[in-house]
């Protein structure tokens, strides 16, 4: 009986903790549902502005049903306004542009079409009449749908397509039983035409987010984040060992971060370049941005980020090079991580303020730090070579030999088992003890010799791990060649500022009627 009541006990406290904790849970559910709310707000402020523009665009087409007078010039068809603003009016002005000429140039080509169609058809009898509509509406239906899998279609006008195929059908096959279907058109299309029209006010004139912008401004992000993510990698690998609890928490965020956004960033780069071809010429410059350049920059970036990958991946590797081992090297490896690190930064730097990046961007100092790293390499032979050539080749002889002499003395006992007589046989004893002495002797040299070898592999399997990461820091350069030559094709097709340096000034001079302006290179002290 007590034990079935301790039992009960038991259960019912946990319940009871079940339910406080269940309560706890709704206590905290209002407060964590805000602050999800405002994080999301602060981390991007044009988000709250561009619900209050999709607030004010429904409010505005609801007009057209709340307004007597407007709601007599439209009717029931206001709710298609309303609609278009839902599905057209998107973050950016690149986007909503797409999505609304789309709309519109569909049901423009549709209800065309479906008028052409309705004339012809009804010229024949009431049956011939809907068989004509039947084929047309097949070969419509087949043809508009097997068009949207070529490539280009596709990607650029695939929403019109779909909104064709759905006006003219719509407008098609109700016009063989409702009589006055023009008049349904007509004003299924002023509708339309208003909710578009609200939504590239809110677009282009109200606080209007550009997708070239955004594109710019996360290659330029992209940059910065392999920058952080390559110096951290490298700064963990050559912690101390009594700070690496400490650090890894904090330490892993910029790593993962600075790489994923490359990574994942494929879908997005494409995306806003697509939106940004649709954006009007609202730089200086009126002419064709090369946004795809931007995603060629992106997919270099990708294929340099890997290497950060498999840096990260050199911290978590099983095997790793011993501390000691490590810090013969760290000041070079954080030498050449920095200058890369340097030259990423230059990059987004040139990038951001629309300006060519210096023409020695590939500085001698990255030169000298890959110098510095081969040096530091050679200087320790032992660990990636073995401790000595010639002492190697010799342990290796007297192991051979030692297998030969060994074969010999098995063959010398297979053949003096053959002979019968007690010479033979006292022989054979005598060679035997000689034998076993020499294989003592033997033993006494093979396994210093074999204990060597053990140890010099033993070191050499231990260099393996750092000679990954080291191999790595040195493809991390070669690929950043790749990288400076997109951003300077960039540079050259989206027409940037020539790069000048800091010192350079511009001095005017004025003479008679005529004014010069002269770009001279003075010292810093003149500067000043």
Known sequence: MAEGEACGEAVDMRSNRHTLTSMEKMRRLPRSVCQKIWEIGREDPRRVIHSLKVGLALTLVSLLYLMETLFEGVGQNAIWAVMTVVVVLEFTAGATLCKGLNRGFG???????????EFMAGKSGHICRAVFIGISVFIIGTTATYLRFIPYIKKNYDYGVVIFLLTFNLITVSSYRVHNVLRIAHERLYTIAIGCGVCLIMSLLIFPNWSGEDLHNSTVSKLEGLARSIEACVTEYFQDAEKEVSRCASSKDPIHK??????????????????????????????????????KLGAVLRHF?????????CLESEVQTPRSVRALFKNPCNRVSGEVAKVLLELADSIKNRRRCCPDVLSDNLHDALQHLNAAIKSQPRLFLGSNHGHTHNMLAVAAA???????????????????????????RSKRVIDHHSKDSERKVLR??????????????????FAAFASLLVEMVVRLERVIEEVEELEK????????????????VTSENRTHTVTTNLPAQAVE
């Open 305 to 313: 980020g890997y290497t950060a990958v498999a840096l990260h991946g």
């Open 402 to 428: 030692a297998a030969q002499r060994k074969q010999a003395n098995d063959s010398g006992i297979s053949l003096s088992s053959v002979k019968t007589d007690t010479s033979a046989l006292l022989e054979w």
């Open 448 to 465: 210093p010799t074999l204990s060597k070898l053990a140890i010099t592999s033993l070191e050499f399997s231990e260099a393996l791990p």
């Open 258 to 295: 600075g790489y994923r956004a490359v990574l994942d960033s494929k879908s997005n780069d494409e995306t806003l370049a697509l939106f940004a071809s649709w954006e009007p010429r609202h730089s200086r410059h009126c002419y064709r941005y090369p946004w795809q350049q931007y995603v």
């Open 493 to 508: 097709m989206a027409c940037f500022k020539e790069f000048r340096e800091k010192n350079d000034v511009e001095i005017v």
């Open 107 to 117: 049901t423009l080509c549709a209800g065309s079409l479906a008028f052409f169609i």
